[in-house]
């Protein structure tokens, strides 16, 4: 098995032959030493004769696991010199020592010393087995060689046996894509076999499943090779200590494997729980007070969809709002996703419970999707991947968007949805997977449409521009992904266009649609927003963030300048990681981009233009409020986070981890989420509650509430829920279409006498009423098909009453808490 070419051992100046190309761990279960001796000679002989055949030559080592035994006795493999690069990288993988006599064995405890082996082993390959299949003289081998052979980015084959009772038995999850088992025949890449089982932290037999789910965890494909009982093959040797181990401790080393992430899920559940446990306490009377007229709607879209399904109606449009036209809901941001699935809650316990549900869970499920994707693909410690999950998913602009724009803050897909997309950028796993990743990616992004389809676009534009990042620091990896990922992503909008082409073309082409939405000047972020606290963060200021803002639901930044400086610390600390660098051109882009056409100068008059001018006459993009596209940086700061987070708990000096957690801590106290304020609502006149509007509102009519309906005042949304959708109303608060141009914009489209309401209602003096006024108010109310108007008592509701006596020429009725006049057909 010698050489011409060798290593030299710098420890004892030893030369020692070529670099090890095959390591064998062999697990013997506790067989005495007597009986193990014959087969290890036997293996042996067996390696030789492989080797012999290896073109190139090579050698081959053999490292033997025995159990913890008190009077067992052996030495130690020497540990490798350097630990294994991180997960994310295997190409930095474990730098091995100099190999050791490959004519030697090495003999090491179990418990974690099966860990010890693995990461002892030196080998191109690593081969795990035992005692009953090295006695068929590694039978299989060669087909697995020649698998992993056949796919260079392939982690480990495994031949599969069916020793998994007790998994199967119990119902206990295994690795997706293998039978449940231990790893009693699996070849491995040796780098990728050194840095899984130095990342397991189990001690019994599920530690085998933990390193296929941890491999699976990191993007590395692996694949299961059925096979019979090789000949030769034996019962495994054991000891004789009466079977196996007992059943209790299995369960516990299996159940282990999740219990993590359920403690993870509950912290999200509480902290979700916490931000609005205001609402939560009094569901009838508590309004989130800086959600605007936000909450009213949602609660509305909750109530809406529920009746058109309950009576078999259309749920992509309705006339209970805007009347006569009716309102577009597949233009409105509905959330069919969810509305539809928890009809069952909403009729049971309410709207507002529903809308509080959605955000509870819905924050906490998005913050769990981040921490499983981080988890999974980045870090090795779970609760720095819950702190990079829950920046993720708590920053300050998802704590402001909480207030009333589910869409914005339910975001548990997209996760997923990235996870779909750098698996089909691997391509190692053959044509199949990448078939299946590209179905799930389209019924994922399908589902997401139904939830909120703007966050979904910002989402690829974000990926759009990571993608062109990582391009910028590793060319190669993208030339070698992107054509996997293109045929990946064929196959996914060949399953999520025929499921979203009829709702896409009645959002876009139907009733009621809108080719733009006007937002305004001020849509983009100032760039003190970046740095500035936001109003509900424990160190911010609601009147700083509100001059920085367009309203309490969209500051879109905030994220302060003590988490921006940490981020930039990590970027340099870790810069070596060409994921970081992409990252940081990512996280620099959007907040660039989030900026707007125009950029002020602070402190100044002077503006630049914003590199927003040119995505802004994009299809789509026109609609989008570009400060949103900031929201970008907060999966990216959160990945910063847990990647830091990772190497300060790895930090092998306390000093150095102590410092590191107080810095940490240092920077993410002033974001931290205050609860949601809430303000007592505005009750439901009795005009409404006790059904007194059947007499004055008949089918087909519309009541005019007043001040009507608008983004400023949507309380009569909360009327027409209270009543079950039992009457329909002129105006409301919803996106539609307004002038020749369809151009969208938010409320009904305005009339004069809606105007003139409004005006009066917020302080203006009423006209001096004449026959053209009366004339254009009539012309108003049959324009909404009007069949009462109703003034409730509220502010300057004299004021109200006495403008509409002198427009409609009599007096109103009182019912209840309410003036009415009826004003349709006697």
Not at 26 to 35: D, V
């Amino acid at each position: 098995m010698s050489a011409p070419s060798g290593r030299i051992d710098a420890r004892t100046g030893a030369t020692w032959p070529q670099p090890v190309r095959l390591s064998v761990v062999l697990r013997t279960h506790g067989a005495p030493a007597g009986r193990t001796a014959p087969l290890l000679a036997r293996l042996r002989a067996d390696l030789d004769a492989h080797a012999a055949s290896w073109s190139g030559g090579g050698a081959w080592e053999l490292v033997v696991v025995e159990p913890d035994t008190p009077d067992a006795a052996p030495t130690a493999a020497p540990a490798p010199a350097t630990d294994p690069a991180p997960a994310t990288d295997p190409a930095e993988a474990h730098a091995p020592d100099p190999a050791p006599d490959p004519a030697s064995d090495h003999r090491i405890r179990t418990a974690p010393t099966l860990r010890a082996a693995v990461r002892a082993t030196t080998g191109r390959r690593v081969l795990l087995t035992d005692t009953a299949h090295a006695a068929g003289h590694l039978h299989g081998l060669d087909a697995l060689q020649r698998d992993l052979d056949r796919a260079p980015a392939a982690t480990a084959v495994v031949c599969g046996r069916h020793r998994g009772r007790l998994a199967r038995t119990l119902g206990i999850p295994g690795v997706p894509g293998f039978r449940p088992d231990t790893l009693a025949f699996a070849l491995f890449d040796g780098g990728r076999a050194r840095a899984a089982f130095t990342a397991s932290t189990l001690h019994g037999p599920a530690v085998d499943a933990e390193v296929l789910r941890w491999c699976r965890a990191q993007g590395w494909a692996t694949a299961e090779r059925p096979a019979g009982r090789p000949p030769g093959e034996r019962r495994p040797l054991r000891a004789p200590r009466g079977g196996d181990r007992a059943l209790a401790p299995r369960v516990r080393e299996l159940l282990r494997l999740n219990a993590g992430g359920l403690a993870v899920a509950a912290f999200f559940v509480a902290l979700a729980f916490l931000l609005f446990h205001r609402l939560w306490f009094d569901l009838d009377g508590a309004y989130l007070r800086d959600a605007l007229q936000d909450q009213n709607q949602w609660e509305w879209f909750v109530g809406v969809t529920t009746d058109n399904i309950t009576h078999l109606r259309n749920p992509l449009f309705t006339t209970a709002q805007g009347m006569p036209d009716g309102v577009n809901l597949m233009a409105n941001a509905t959330m069919l996703g969810l509305t539809v699935p928890l009809i069952p809650v909403t009729l049971a316990f309410g709207e507002t419970v529903t809308f509080v549900l959605v955000l509870t869970l819905g924050m906490a499920a998005s913050g769990w999707t981040w921490y499983w994707l981080i988890r999974r693909r980045l870090v090795r410690s779970r609760w720095a991947a819950a702190a990079g999950g829950a920046l993720a998913a708590f920053a300050p602009p998802m704590v402001s968007h909480a207030n009333g724009h589910p869409n914005f803050v339910v975001l548990f897909m997209i996760p997923l949805i990235i996870d779909r997309a750098l698996r089909l950028c691997d391509g190692s796993d053959g044509g199949r997977a990448r078939v299946r990743d590209g179905v799930l990616l389209g019924l994922f992004s399908a589902y997401q449409i139904f939830i909120g389809e703007e966050p979904l676009l910002i989402t690829a534009l974000g990926l759009v521009v990571f993608g062109l990042a990582y391009a910028v620091v590793d060319r190669e990896r993208v030339r070698a992904a992107w054509r996997p990922l293109g045929l990946g992503v064929l196959v996914a909008l060949a399953v999520c266009l025929p499921l979203v082409a009829y709702p896409l073309y009645w959002q876009f082409s139907g009733p009621q649609s809108y080719h733009s939405v006007l937002h305004g000047d001020n849509a983009g972020n100032s760039p003190r927003a970046l740095v500035e606290f936001a109003g509900r963060s424990l160190f911010g200021d609601p009147e700083t963030a509100g001059r920085l803002s367009m309203n309490t639901t969209e500051q879109n930044a905030f994220y302060g300048w003590p988490l921006l400086a940490f981020g930039a610390v990590a970027c340099v600390g870790l810069w070596r990681r060409r994921l970081v660098r992409a990252l940081a051109l990512t996280g620099l882009v959007a907040a660039v981009l989030s900026l707007g056409p125009v950029v002020p100068v602070p402190h100044t008059d002077l503006t630049l233009p914003g590199p927003w001018r040119w995505i802004i006459e994009l299809p789509l993009f026109e609609s989008v409020i570009e400060g949103r596209v900031a929201m970008v940086c907060a999966p990216v700061l959160g990945i910063l986070l847990a990647l830091a987070l990772d190497r300060i708990l790895a930090a092998p000096a306390r000093e150095h981890r102590t410092l590191g957690l107080l810095a940490v801590a240092a920077v993410l106290i002033p974001v931290l989420p205050l609860p949601l304020a809430v303000r007592e609502r505005d009750p439901v006149p009795a005009f409404v509650t006790s059904g007194a509007w059947k007499q004055y509102v008949r089918d087909g009519e519309s009541l005019v509430a007043v001040p009507l309906p608008d983004p400023g005042s949507a309380d009569a949304l909360r009327w027409q829920v209270e009543a079950d959708f039992g009457f329909r109303l002129a105006g409301g608060y919803y996106n539609g279409p307004w002038g020749p141009d369809r151009i969208g914009i938010y409320g009904a489209p305005p009339r004069h006498l809606s105007n003139l309401l409004r005006d009066v209602r917020y302080g203006a003096e009423p006209p001096v009423v004449g026959p053209e006024w009366r004339a254009q108010a009539r012309r108003d109310l049959a324009h909404w098909k009007a069949g009462a108007v109703v003034v409730p008592e509220a502010d300057r509701s004299a004021e109200l009453v006495r403008t509409l006596t002198d427009l409609l020429g009599e007096p109103p009725v009182k019912v209840r808490d309410a003036w009415v006049w009826r004003v349709g057909p006697r």
